[in-house]
């Protein structure tokens, strides 16, 4: 038997449980827990420079590992910080343990120094919270968390931990707990058979079908079940936003990812579909555009581990309540030895599709002419040959983050981390550095703005102090494009607060940190600045890159239409 | 429509916030609300009514059993049921009108539980509808304050809302 102080109990419970890194800022109400991780060395603690932004440090390793990412904040002001990544997690259920040290127990509810009802403030954006209420609940609370963190519908947990929980003087019985049951709480994996043979005949029958996958397949780590599915089926796929990756996009059944600003084609056959398959995606309106208009000629197949997702939005035909990778090794099964019912119908569905390929092929955006300026389009589309497809990439939010997904193609699940559902400035930057701390041989390029970038700035501090080598793309166009983009085709251009006036000196600053920062303007300068960037994986390299202020991302759907209507460019649309 | 959904809750700190919270972050009403330790100290009953379309109800309750804190939870509307509210109200009884909230008070099976020389303090259990039409009847002779307990209810014959 082994007697350990409640901060003793939390490092040794991490080592315990696995965790390699946390990331965190000290403060007062968490100093027990911090001089515990003083006194050892299996857990690496990352100090960031805001707390937000160990937030999203974890997220951005989370996505990328599938692993829960570790958090450790003080009371008030450091929890109240946090909050906007806990939200950022919560929205694209991402896995995450944020604990946060709390005023002492007999200092609660007397407005304390540092005192913040945590667990009230982050209600709504999290999966389930705890208290500490006793130094003696540690391990097995913590287990609970991440055990809640990591399984069903995964999502951010926070566990708030009274200083006096974490005293020196006071020790308790530590044994690292290897299973904990929560009676109410039972996630379910398989689905149930019987719809999920009525989804598979409806889907041999389809004429014209459609698989629309999402998150859920790149959390539930489906993609390499839900490609064979897809293959043997011959059927089209777009993914979300989220789902990016789930299915190789340089394949030829790959639509590319749909909604707001997705795919002309992806869109334009979600609309015809007689038959929509939707995995691990929860008809977000960003996706759907006006659900009264959505879809009209189409039966909906959902499977989803969160019941709660299933016709929240838009009512379901066929409803599967199960996790992604288990009810698609149950459609492979039935589908095996079976063939499509309607071939031909599927051959003209498929001439349908290309045709609608064909009419925007090399009309998405016009490159630029020597002398202008560079489009973010083309920044995108060298970056993504300089890294030859395989980097972890990160992006900010705003028009850079469209232009990413639509250029970056992505053949692997994990490696496309955005902020989808919260759409958070800041979270690239954040990210990115957590992601490169764990996979320190891969190129983790981050997609940001100039706008965005400010929001997180202070974190090349972290990258000076742990070495950090991440790539910054920043697609600098003076202005918070996306507002803009919205204010041009909305409010007759007028521009109110979205243009960045003083805009600092980017190199210089980021050399102030000791680190390289590239400046193009040109595209004859864009070549040999990607080559100088990506020459040592391990470099913090800042790419300055003006591009055009003028630029607008299409396609994109016109408010409180149908899927199938889009402004595809300046002048065009459907 | 309204439906009663009765919920068996873990009786933790927070729990109750829960899912009060969940109503509110999520735009469902909440008519009334009741809630009570059982018999078993970990749990408490909660029944809340609410009032929305099938679509409505099924994401209520839906989203109410993805609490972690909700242990189990029965639409009381479902099946048959039985449904009980009680009501304490204090009414001005002077003169003519002593005689009068006794008479509707017998009517109604209400029962006066505390006098004096002014006002009655009637209980009376029932159904929502009973009680509303009890306040209606008491309405001109003086009502000077309601106190409610909110719904509670439970299914008939032998089903349970157990563990
Ligand atoms: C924290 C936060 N605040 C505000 C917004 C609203 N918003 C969405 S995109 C955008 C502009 C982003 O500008 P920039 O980072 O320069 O990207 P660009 O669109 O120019 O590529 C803003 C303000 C947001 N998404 N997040
Ligand atoms: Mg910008």
Redesign the interface.
């Known amino acids: 038997m082994e007697l350990l102080s409640g901060a003793d109990m939390i490092a040794r419970f991490l080592k315990d449980e696995g965790v390699e890194r946390i990331y965190g800022y000290p403060g007062g109400a968490a100093l027990h827990i911090y001089d515990a991780l003083f006194r050892q060395d299996s857990v690496q603690h990352i100090l960031v420079r805001h707390e937000q932004a160990a937030t999203h440090a974890a997220d951005g390793y989370a996505r990328a590992s599938g692993k829960p990412g570790v958090v450790l904040v003080t009371s008030g002001p450091g929890a109240t910080n946090a909050v906007t990544g806990i939200a950022t997690a919560y929205m694209d259920s991402i896995p995450m343990v944020v604990l946060c040290g709390q005023v002492a127990s007999h200092l609660i509810g007397e407005d304390a120094f540092q005192e913040t009802d945590i667990?009230?403030v982050t209600?709504?954006v999290v999966?389930?919270?705890f208290?500490i209420r006793h130094p003696s609940e540690i391990p097995e609370v913590l287990k609970k968390a991440f055990y809640?963190a990591a399984t069903g519908r995964p999502g951010p947990v926070v566990v708030d931990i009274p200083k006096d929980m974490t005293a020196p003087t006071e020790r308790y019985e530590y044994v690292y707990p290897k299973k904990v049951k929560?009676?109410?709480?039972n996630p379910v994996t398989r689905g149930h058979s019987g719809q999920i043979k009525k989804a598979v005949d409806m889907m041999l029958k389809a004429r014209r079908p459609v698989f629309y996958t999402g998150g859920g397949i790149v959390t539930g780590r489906a993609s390499e079940a839900l490609t064979d599915l897809v293959q043997r089926l011959g059927f089209p796929i777009t993914t979300t936003l989220m789902g990016i990756g789930g299915y190789p996009q340089g394949d030829r059944q790959s639509l590319g990812w749909l909604g707001m600003h997705g795919s002309y084609e992806a869109n334009m056959a979600m609309h015809h579909a007689d038959l929509i398959v939707a995995i691990g995606a929860r008809f977000d309106d960003r996706v759907t555009n006006n659900t009264s208009k959505f879809c009209p000629t189409a039966k909906i197949v959902h499977v989803d581990i969160?019941?709660?997702s299933i016709?929240?939005t838009v009512?379901a035909d066929v409803p599967i309540v199960g996790a992604a990778g288990s009810v698609i090794d149950e459609m492979i099964s039935l589908v095996q030895g079976r063939e499509p019912a309607n071939p031909e119908a599927l051959g003209e569905w498929w001439k349908s599709i290309d045709g609608w390929r064909s009419e925007r092929e090399g009309k998405l955006y016009e490159p630029s002419k020597p002398g202008e300026a560079l489009k973010p389009q083309e920044v995108i589309e060298a970056v993504y040959r300089a890294t030859r497809g395989e980097a972890f990439v990160t992006t900010d939010v705003g028009q850079h983050q469209m232009f990413a997904a639509q250029y970056y193609k992505f053949a692997k699940p994990n490696r496309f981390i955005t902020s989808g559902g919260l759409g958070t400035m800041g979270f690239g930057f954040p990210a990115a550095m957590g992601i490169k701390l764990s996979y320190p041989q891969d190129d983790v390029v981050c997609f940001t703005g100039e706008g965005s970038f400010q929001m997180m700035m202070q974190e090349l501090s972290t990258c000076k102090q742990f070495d950090v080598g991440v790539k910054i793309v920043n697609l600098n166009n003076q202005s918070l494009g996306m507002v803009r983009q919205w204010q041009d085709l909305n409010y007759k251009s007028r521009h109110a607060h979205s243009y960045m006036e003083s805009l600092p000196d980017f190199a210089k600053l980021i050399e102030a940190y000791g680190f390289t920062a590239i400046k193009v303007t040109t595209i004859d300068e864009l070549a040999p600045a990607l080559e100088r960037a990506f020459a040592d994986t391990n470099e913090l390299v800042f790419l300055d890159i003006y591009v055009d202020p003028f630029e607008h991302v299409y396609p994109m759907q016109v408010p409180l239409g149908s899927m199938r209507d889009m402004l595809l460019s300046k002048t065009e649309r459907t | 429509m309204r439906h009663i959904i009765s919920i068996l809750l873990?009786n933790e700190?927070?729990a109750l916030?829960?899912v009060v919270?969940l109503f509110s972050?999520r735009n469902f009403n909440i008519e009334t609300l009741n809630v009570a330790p059982t018999e078993d100290p970990s749990l408490s009953r909660l029944t809340v009514t609410t009032v929305g379309d099938d679509?409505v109800i099924?994401?209520i309750t839906?989203?109410l059993?993805?609490l972690?804190?909700?242990?189990?939870l029965v639409d009381l509307t479902e099946g048959n049921h039985i449904e009980r509210e009680l009501m304490l109200v204090k009414v001005k009884a002077l003169g003519a009108a002593r005689d009068e909230v006794k008479r509707t008070a017998d009517i109604f099976r209400a029962q006066i539980v505390d006098v004096t020389p002014s006002v009655y303090t009637v209980q009376i259990t029932g159904d929502a509808g009973k009680l509303d039409a009890f306040i209606q009847a008491m309405a001109p002779i003086g009502i000077l304050e309601v106190a409610r307990t909110g719904v509670s209810g439970i299914a008939r014959g032998d089903k349970l809302l157990t563990?």
Do not use: A, C, F, T
């Open positions: 667990v009230g209600r709504p999966k389930h919270s208290s809640l929560i009676r109410s709480y969160d019941p709660s016709s929240k009512r | 873990e700190p927070g916030s829960r919270g972050q679509r099924e994401q839906k989203h059993n993805k972690i804190d909700v242990v189990k563990l």
